[in-house]
């Protein structure tokens, strides 16, 4: 059977459960729980350390990982705040996983008994916490004033709180939309958005028993072995006996008689078991309430987001954990080898989750507050992201943009460069379809790019057109297909006429089309990568990967106001949504830490680099090269040496006055196909050209007219 809830504020790498009896299910919930250092690389490995594997797998739950948070409550006894004996208030931690800009998913006994204000921590560590969170895990002292050195910048610790109320719930005793007897899940609504700079997941729609889960956690991580202080066992690797008495166990010692905290939550992943075999999800119960899986945990898990996978690549939320094993009655933390007796391992009964039902039941009742949160096109931003449901939502709930939401399909199968399963825009025969898009500036001048894929049409030697339009003026008619499935890219520029939000319109003749990539950039553009719309931009070609496959970029915390990325050697960083041209010139420059050889430059739309110039220092200079004509899939930096590179604050500029063809700084790419000939390519703005993975030249696209100034594991 399972064991306690996990409930639990602290964390070291034992886990335990939070309360209940030893011989039913824990509630991984109210509990002081420490991690155990001796418990790193078999219950739990620290977030960062994704950051040093390679692969889309590693990518995509180092993402998900950023989405996730901690809530920390305080807890209350009668409606009064928990003190113990001396004065010291109780307090408890769960985790968090963002499903929108404003709401986080948790468990509901999370937030049974405590303050009705929270606060839900997000972290953004940089790489030295991998090694500066050992200088806060040694305890010294005696109980309850164990004493343990601070963590800071200086240790790679960065950490950011945003002020959070209970939204909905469904609990036993409150069980609201959720049809099951005891559920167990609440939806938190935070101040500050706290998912525009940490990301947020799409809830799965379906929760496949297949498939491998996955769990981010939160935890003080001690190492115990090492720690001078005395009765560190009983004060804090046992889980207080019950009838629960929180402040028996130092790990529910929330704050100090001084008013200081005394625990330090750290981000941490679960972590396979031996040579890489994946955890596994066991059983669903009959009755619909939770899921039991093999992964461990401590008291201070309960709250975490079980995740799953997608057809694409990213993680989706399936529910929070709830319930612990056998051994959290008895301990704060999972231990291998178990103390309980008990064995871990594939296949053995392990943390359980809130089901999917329950899940998708909360959140249907805040689907109008939902909508409200998720633009499709948040201020400032410049992409149309189709990945998550929330903006898509979000689309269809503007009355002009309702037509063009329903229009939006899965994929097929990913398009070139999207890591993330965007949803393109299907257009039928004979049919427009508007959409309402970002906010422009009168005066200021823009980039316009998007794909487009004839998907039925081309018979007897004539295929569908597809005409683009910006507030009623012509971007380009793309009529020059040759064959169903071929993909055309267009560019162009335009300068806005007016302030406000720019309605696009796109018409189909003569057959179908689908649209992707939509993208309205500003000439000048910059990307600090501090807000998950920008980093979901970035694409990872990494050479180790089979086929050189794309993934997410790596990102870790930059050490002031948010992210930046990490590139390793022989890694080509790619940004596919900046709309620019071969023929127009780019000039742009971004921060660099590190020393290593760097070369920037643009890909063609086969995908090969075209262009390339030294971009060491961190400036970059393409002069426009009227040869090379057509659209650039994507601007790309590719570490040439042998140190990795943090890059940060990116700026371009397209057209930027740049040096004619053939003036200094330029060089064809080293095994890149020949350049263009006149009769490949138009030397246009809004020049389209097919990316063309069979080799087939594409026939040169028309030139548009290019329009100018217009038991619970809380704890």
Known sequence: MLGARLLSASLIVLVSACSGSAEGPSVIGHSSANVELSGADEV??????????????????????LATGSVLARLTRDGAPLFDPDGRRVGASCGVTFVSPSFAVTSNHCIEDTDPELQVEAYRPTLALNQGF?????????????????????????TDRFSCHLFAHCGPDAPGPCPQLSPDIALLECDGRPGDRYGFLDVAMLDRLDAEPFMPWKHEVYDLDQSPAPDLFARYSVYPAYPLDYADNYHYLALGLDGRELHQLLPLA???????????????????EFVLTDLMGCHGTSGSGALQRSEFGPWQLLGPATFGDIELNLFLCNHQPSLSGGGHGPGNPGISYASLAQTRALLATAADRFREDCSAWPRGETTLLTHLACPRDSLAAEPQNLELARSLVPPREPAPLDVLGRWPIALGAERALSMLGPELEH??????????????????????????????????????????????????TVTARATGRAALRFEVHGGSAALDTVSIVPVKHALDFDRAWQRWQAVLLDPREPAAAPAMARFVGDGADGFQVRLLP??????????LSLDAGVAGSFSVRGASRLRCGLLDATLAPVLAVDCSGGSLRLPAAAALSGPAA?????????????????AVASPPGAARTGEAGAEQDAGAPPALDAGDSVSSDAAAREAAPDGAPPPPPPSPRSPDAGTDVRG
């Open 44 to 65: 739990f490995v620290l977030a960062t350390t994704l950051s040093d594997e390679s692969g889309a797998d590693a990518r995509s739950r180092e993402a998900a990982s």
């Open 134 to 158: 050992s200088a806060g895990s040694i305890l010294s002292g005696t109980f309850p004033d164990y004493e343990h050195a601070l963590l800071g910048p200086e240790h790679g610790y960065y």
């Open 270 to 288: 679960s972590t396979r078991f031996a040579v890489g075999v994946p955890h596994q999800k066991l059983a669903l119960d009959e009755l619909d």
């Open 443 to 492: 005066g200021q001048s823009y980039r316009v790019g998007l794909d487009v894929t004839v998907t039925q049409g081309c018979a007897a030697g004539a295929c569908p057109r597809v005409a683009v339009f910006l507030d009623e003026v012509e971007l380009a008619t793309l009529g020059d297909f040759v064959r169903d499935g071929q993909r055309v890219a267009l560019r162009a």
């Open 570 to 579: 022989a890694e080509r960083l790619l940004l596919p949504f900046l709309a």
């Open 634 to 650: 994507a601007l790309f930096v590719e570490n040439l040496g042998s140190e990795e590179v943090l890059i940060d604050r990116l």
